[in-house]
Structures are given as structure tokens and as C-alpha cells.
């Protein structure tokens, strides 16, 4: 495919014309003019200063506990459709549908929801990175009922539908606190930009 990110078409350029014209001193404008350690020492300690916000770091560790819910969740299917349900290896591996339904039923609810709310909120006229997270408010809940209804219909040996249907609710709650995370804090970034650059003067 072609090539769309600016700086490396510009790099290209730059270097095609540093070529032609024997001048080693053509830079893109968009040239970090940083040597590759210094740019990776730079890219490094980037999210490390984010996290010094209390609210990134919540909103980090939030998603942190619910990606390990969720890694939790994918190691015990084969134990518990295996060795509970006596299903095959490969009928096993279908076991996971649970979590994609419950992954588009999250995608409908947000596609559904998460702009109104936001127009609704902001109707005064005063747009917030805040509004973004009332949704995770109320789907969150979700995510330890799923967990208890995986867990519990599982140990009980009920149909097997049933923990299948825990695992999409469990799902539907995770993909609503990943969305309202992960929008909150793009909408939010250059608040907390303007923030560390006070905190981390010069090189944000």
C-alpha cells in the first residue's frame, strides 16, 4: 500500500533530495533532528510522564485490571469446556464466540448511546472530556456480573450455553470501560499535555 505517514514521505524526500543536490544539510521540517537513542529514550519516557497524572494512572490501571479479567478469562475456556463440558479441541476454540457477540453488543450500546449522552450533557455549550465517561458508569457493572455468571454456571455444571452467555455479558462491560477509557483520555490529552509540560519543562 502507499505510504501515507507525513514524516516518513517527507524523510523520503528529504534524502532523495540530499542525493541529488549533494547536500547534506536538506532535513524534512519534520525531522526530529534527534539521534535514534535520544528519540527512543524520548519515546520512552513519554507515557511514564503521562502516568504521573492521577487520572491517566487510574484510567490506565482501570484498563489494566480489566485486560487481565479478560486474559484470565481466555486460559480457563479450555479447562472448562474440556475438561467440564467434554468439548473437542476445535469445538472448544468456538467457546470464544461468547466474548465477540458480547464485543458487538458493546459496539451497537456505544454507537447507540455514547453521542447522545454527550450531546445531552453538553447542550449547554460547553463541551467535557468528563462527559465522555457516564456510560462506563453504567455498564461497568456489568463486568462482575459476567464474571460471577462465567464462574458460577461453570463450577455448577449448568447447560453450556449458560457461561457462554456470562462471558458475553463479561464482554459487553469490558469493551464499554475500554471505549469510555480510551476516549476520555484523547479528548482530555492536551489538558494534561499543557500539564506535564509544566511539570516536565522543556522536552515534553
Known amino acids: 500500500m502507499r505510504e501515507t505517514c507525513a514524516v516518513i514521505i517527507l524523510e523520503r524526500k528529504a534524502k532523495c533530495l540530499r542525493r541529488e543536490k549533494n547536500d547534506p544539510s536538506i532535513v524534512s521540517i519534520l525531522d526530529s533532528r534527534l539521534e535514534p537513542k535520544e528519540l527512543f529514550l524520548s519515546s520512552i519516557a513519554r507515557p511514564f510522564k503521562l502516568l504521573c497524572s492521577p487520572i491517566v494512572f487510574l484510567m490506565s490501571a482501570n484498563s489494566a485490571i480489566c485486560y487481565g479479567y479478560l486474559f484470565l478469562l481466555f486460559t480457563t475456556f479450555t479447562i472448562v469446556f474440556e475438561e467440564q463440558y467434554g468439548f473437542s479441541g476445535g ?3 468456538l467457546t470464544y464466540l461468547g466474548v465477540g457477540v458480547g464485543l458487538l453488543v458493546g459496539v451497537v450500546i456505544l454507537r447507540l448511546l455514547s453521542d447522545k449522552i454527550v450531546t445531552h450533557l453538553s447542550r449547554g455549550g460547553e463541551m467535557k472530556p468528563e462527559y465522555r465517561l457516564p456510560i462506563m458508569i453504567f455498564f461497568s457493572p456489568l463486568l462482575p456480573v459476567g464474571l460471577f455468571w462465567y464462574g458460577w454456571s461453570a463450577q455448577a455444571h449448568t447447560h453450556w450455553i449458560v457461561p457462554i452467555i456470562g462471558t458475553a455479558v463479561l464482554a459487553t462491560g469490558l469493551f464499554s ?3 469510555s477509557c480510551m476516549t476520555y483520555l484523547i479528548d ?9 509540560r509544566t511539570r516536565f519543562p522543556p522536552n515534553f
Open 177 to 179: 470501560i475500554f471505549v
Open 188 to 196: 482530555a490529552f492536551p489538558r494534561y499535555g499543557e500539564y506535564l
Open 91 to 93: 469445538i472448544a476454540g
